[in-house]
């Protein structure tokens, strides 16, 4: 084994043994991630106590709503019934619900990428009033009286101290586990499946007109880009500007990752587009792109119908049925993933 090819290993596991991932569970290749577990926690209690809050109504003002209502795992955490996400008391919000996958190895969350680390990441859903509509009091006081989170606290943290902080780390480092890499594309790159021919010519279309922002292994460069659609006039959403008061960030948004791009419908910020046909076909129509596209778009072209359809074979590869299923994620008091109850 070359020095360097062991360098990377090590590395590797050295981060899965970070946040006590087994090497089972994800897939080498992955860069080092930039979350990063406290020192003193105890790590699968506190991931176990994230999961609990993570599917806990206790979190939302009138007790209907949790993180997972809005995440489903069958979609990989997205929301597939509506384009904009809806929050506690019918409340509908501006946003369509992205999927909650890889987090550990993004810069900043968000579409505009408003938040900078994944522990702060949960005040925003539950005070927000269109969402769990809450206060960080009331939480701290509901959870500190719900007699079922007392021993969970003391094995995360070998303290039984309830405290917001404590709260938000538990939330975020179960949001940090949910790594998504058992894709039959991740099983064609390590060698253990093989590729139809259309999804071969797929995966050559996707490398050349798409990576240079979905790009491999993640599917994301992490950058904040237009990619062409025009601005919703109802929704008036200038995207990464609202955060940076940037001008030439007007109407930019994260690049999303693709992984499990079929189950995570509708699609872009706003849920505009229903199916993936929709995607292809904006992309495929220079002519239609608003003027502020990014200039990478323009390599692109017009993909013709064989083109549109073999890059979307590709795409269909990038779904992790694991992933999907697998029971560590899913709601505690079932065990199951929600919508295959
Ligand atoms: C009402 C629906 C709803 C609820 C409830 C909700 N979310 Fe979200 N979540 C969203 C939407 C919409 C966004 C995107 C917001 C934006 O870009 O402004 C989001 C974004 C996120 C992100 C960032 C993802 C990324 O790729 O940047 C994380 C992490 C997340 N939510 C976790 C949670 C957690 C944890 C909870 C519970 C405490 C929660 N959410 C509750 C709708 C919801
Ligand atoms: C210049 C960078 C760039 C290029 C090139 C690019 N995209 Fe995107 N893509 C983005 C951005 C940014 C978004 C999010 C836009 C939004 O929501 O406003 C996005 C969104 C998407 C989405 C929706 C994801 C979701 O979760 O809603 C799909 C699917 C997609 N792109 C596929 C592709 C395909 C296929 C190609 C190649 C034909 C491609 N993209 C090329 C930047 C790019």
Redesign the pocket.
């Known amino acids: 084994m070359s020095a360097k090819v062991l360098t990377t290993v090590l590395t590797f596991l050295l981060c899965l043994s970070l946040w006590g991932l087994s090497v089972d569970d994800t897939t080498l290749g992955f860069p080092y991630p930039d979350y990063e577990l406290p020192e003193s926690a105890n790590d699968s209690a506190l991931r176990e106590l994230?999961r609990h809050?993570?599917y806990d109504p206790i979190?939302?003002i009138d007790s209907s709503?949790?993180?997972?209502?809005?995440?489903q795992q069958f979609s990989a955490?997205a929301?597939i019934d509506h384009t904009?996400?809806?929050?506690?008391l019918g409340?509908v919000?501006?946003?369509?619900?992205?999927?909650?996958?890889n987090?550990a190895w993004?810069t900043?969350?968000?579409?505009?990428?408003?938040?900078e680390h994944?522990d702060m990441?949960?005040i925003?859903?539950?005070t927000?009033h269109?969402?769990?509509g809450e206060t960080m009091p009331n939480i701290l006081h509901k959870i500190r009286s719900a007699p079922r989170y007392a021993l969970r606290f003391l094995g995360a943290y070998n303290s039984d101290t309830i405290s917001v902080p404590r709260i938000l780390t538990a939330?975020?480092h179960?949001?940090a586990s949910l790594v998504s890499g058992k894709s039959r594309y991740d099983n064609y790159i390590s060698g253990k499946d093989t590729f139809s021919i259309q999804e071969h010519r797929g995966l050559t279309l996707f490398r050349r007109h798409c990576s240079p922002c979905h790009t491999e292994p993640l599917f994301t460069n992490n950058e904040f880009v237009s990619n062409g659609i025009h601005v919703d006039s109802a929704l008036m959403d200038i995207g990464r500007a609202k955060v940076s008061r940037v001008d030439k960030d007007d109407y930019t948004f994260?690049v999303?990752?693709l992984r499990n791009i079929a189950v995570t419908h509708p699609y872009m910020?706003d849920g505009r587009f229903r199916r993936l046909r929709d995607v292809l076909l904006h992309y495929s129509s220079p002519d239609k792109y608003a003027s502020h596209a990014d200039p990478r778009l323009r390599t692109i072209g017009v993909l013709n119908d064989g083109e549109r359809k073999d890059i979307i074979a590709f795409l269909l590869t990038l779904t992790d049925n694991d992933f999907l299923n697998n029971a560590r994620f899913a709601d505690p008091t079932t065990a199951q993933p929600l919508g295959n109850k």
């Open positions: 994230g809050l993570f979190l939302s709503t949790s993180c997972a209502t809005c995440h955490f929301h904009l996400s809806h929050g506690v409340r919000g501006k946003r369509n619900v992205p999927a909650l996958q987090l993004q900043s969350y968000m579409w505009d990428g408003a938040i994944l990441q949960s925003s859903p539950i927000g269109d969402e769990l939330l975020g179960f949001c994260r999303p990752s910020h």
